[in-house]
């Protein structure tokens, strides 16, 4: 249900928010401060003035006020004469839903943040920008770190070669062609755009002052030259007074062939010369095997990262002695020992057969997320994780595809044995089970596990295993007793002739089934838990979308 990247408190987790607020009325009359405030920001004159006579504390509603009014101009000259230290997005707009894609329009608030920004006045006392918890269109984000901190430089300071030395010495780079040619080159290309060359477009800080802008993530692929912008200013940081700060690194790799080797090689330089104390995590997917070992070293300094997402990487490990085998494990398990703080992990899509137990044995402190979907593992491999230290620990654990065909053998993994296993996690919240072909005859047993076992899940993912409707009913009225259950995602089918056309279901059936459910539910009196039957072709069409995605791109 969530990803490794993402930050889940499950003790308070609500995927089923109240449903009984207040709808805003149209003609509801507004406090008289947001009132005042949009009166204020019609002219931004009026605005500046008010943000630089008006108690700091009040800086936020008129921002919040300028944005909810559609007043771009305010909101450009708010940011320019910002009176506090951080601007932070996030707890201006409240976590707002509708807020969630702000930025992503290209030429929208963008650009009015980027005027602010540029407009700087001396009044303005921002030391931090915080655009976390948004998705930035990627002509912003490219804008953000190709160019913010290049126009905090001052002209002195604009001298490609010299430049060029500073980014190799951070990175760690001997002098080679990279250093001698590449980036002189494209350095010399960021002083000629326009931008820099105007000398009316300056970021101006006082001096000795410094500005961060916090980032989520960012993504790098072998086909754009975007990792060459990140590695440049980020190995700058230590002379401009602009630096970003990302939370979060996704390297994602195409498969190539012979010298093309080195292209594939090319995203992850940016590893180089990054700050390990400031790094949250790292996403790698769609990697070579050869890819993800050469790398292993790099991965190694960044002992503090939170959570690490290592899904289709093409990591084949298996029991044996085989020189190729054992330095495999040996690489992977001392990568995992290193990270000390280490607390999600997904390995989901990977060849760990008889290895699960001694590479989780390694990390040193209790996982709370773990997604092994899809990997080739046999029943030892499960009860290795079922008798580790992450076992008790687990807040939410994703078993989905497991008990498929395996990549050499038939499944070494059966639906009897996975559900079994399940009644060791005791602390999970979220439990993914999906796609393992579950059969009628094993539910009854599974729902002892989830009533003696499982008393904390709130979460419960079985689609795309085809059960009939007496099974999907003693599953839920099983559910209901769990106080603090939230969630149930199902797929039905009632016979042969349904599984042969369950891919063309339509919908009138799954509301049908739904019905079926929350009328169980409602008998039980739980009306408070969500029912969401998951169709048979939508699960299909999502792993073979994932499948195109990874060959594509």
């Known amino acids: 249900m969530f990803k490794a990247s993402d ?151 604009l001298n490609p070669k010299k430049l060029a030395k500073v980014i190799a010495q951070t990175a760690g780079v001997e002098a080679s062609r990279l250093t001698d040619d590449i980036l002189p080159n494209l350095l010399r290309d960021i002083l000629e755009h326009e931008m820099i060359k105007n000398t009316n477009v300056r970021i101006a800080l006082p001096r000795r002052q410094r500005m961060i802008v916090k980032l989520d993530s960012l993504l790098f692929l072998t086909g754009n030259t975007f990792f060459m912008d990140y590695l440049i200013s980020n190995c700058l940081r230590h002379i401009t007074p602009v630096y970003i700060q990302v939370s979060s690194l996704q390297i994602r790799s195409d498969l190539q062939i012979g010298e093309q080797i080195l292209d594939s090689l090319a995203p992850f330089i940016v590893l180089r010369g990054q700050d390990t104390q400031t790094l949250d995590g790292i996403c790698l997917s769609q990697l070579e095997e050869n890819i993800f070992f050469t790398i292993v070293s790099d991965l190694q300094k960044f002992v503090n990262i939170r959570f690490l997402d290592i899904q289709e990487c093409s990591i084949y490990l298996q029991k044996g002695k085989t020189r190729s085998r054992t330095q495999g494990r040996s690489k992977l398990v001392s990568l995992f020992s290193s990270m000390v703080n280490l607390k999600r992990l ?82 999970v919240c979220v439990l993914n089970l999906a796609e393992n072909n579950l059969a009628d005859a094993i539910i009854p047993e599974f729902c002892v596990t989830i009533k003696e076992c499982l008393k904390y899940l709130k ?34 089918a009632n016979g042969l002739w349904d599984v042969a056309l369950a891919p063309l279901d339509n919908l009138d059936h799954q509301q049908e089934l739904k019905q079926k459910l929350l009328k169980v539910l409602e008998m039980s009196g739980r009306t408070d838990i969500i029912v969401e039957p998951v169709r048979l072709l939508r699960t299909l069409s999502i792993d073979f979308i994932d499948l195109l995605h990874g060959h594509l791109l």
Not at 370 to 398: M, P, T, V
Not at 467 to 489: P, R
């Open 7 to 157: 930050r889940i408190d499950y003790e308070r987790l609500k995927v089923n928010p109240p449903s009984n607020k207040d709808k805003p009325t149209k003609n509801k009359v507004k406090p008289l401060v947001l009132l005042s405030c949009k009166a204020i920001n019609k002219w931004p004159q009026l605005a500046e003035l008010a943000i630089e006579t008006a108690p700091c504390h009040l800086a936020p509603t008129l921002l919040r006020a300028a944005i909810d009014n559609v007043q771009p101009a305010a909101v450009s000259c708010l940011i320019a004469n910002w009176p506090l230290s951080d601007l932070c997005f996030r707890e201006i707009l409240y976590g707002d839903v509708k807020y969630t894609e702000i930025f992503q329009e290209e030429m929208g608030y963008d650009l009015v943040v980027f005027r602010g920004i540029v407009g700087r006045k001396k009044r303005c006392k921002i030391k931090c920008v915080d655009l976390r918890g948004f998705k930035l269109n990627a002509m912003f984000c490219k804008l953000i770190v190709k160019m913010w901190p290049i126009l905090s430089l001052t002209k002195s300071q």
């Open 346 to 427: 997904d390995i989901s899509s990977n060849y760990v057969l008889g290895c699960l137990g001694e590479v989780l044995d390694a990390l040193s402190i209790p996982l709370e997320y773990l997604n092994i979907s899809g990997c080739d593992i046999d029943e030892d491999d499960l009860d290795s994780l079922s008798k580790s230290h992450h076992a008790k620990s687990l807040r939410e654990l994703n078993a989905s595809k497991l008990t498929h065909f395996s990549m050499f053998d038939i499944s070494r993994v059966s639906q009897t044995y996975l559900l079994k296993t399940m009644r060791h996690f005791p602390n």
């Open 459 to 492: 979460v419960l993912d079985l689609s795309a295993n085809i059960l009939n409707m007496d099974s999907l009913i003693t599953i839920t009225q099983t559910c209901a007793k769990l106080k603090s259950m939230q969630k149930i995602l199902v797929t039905c």
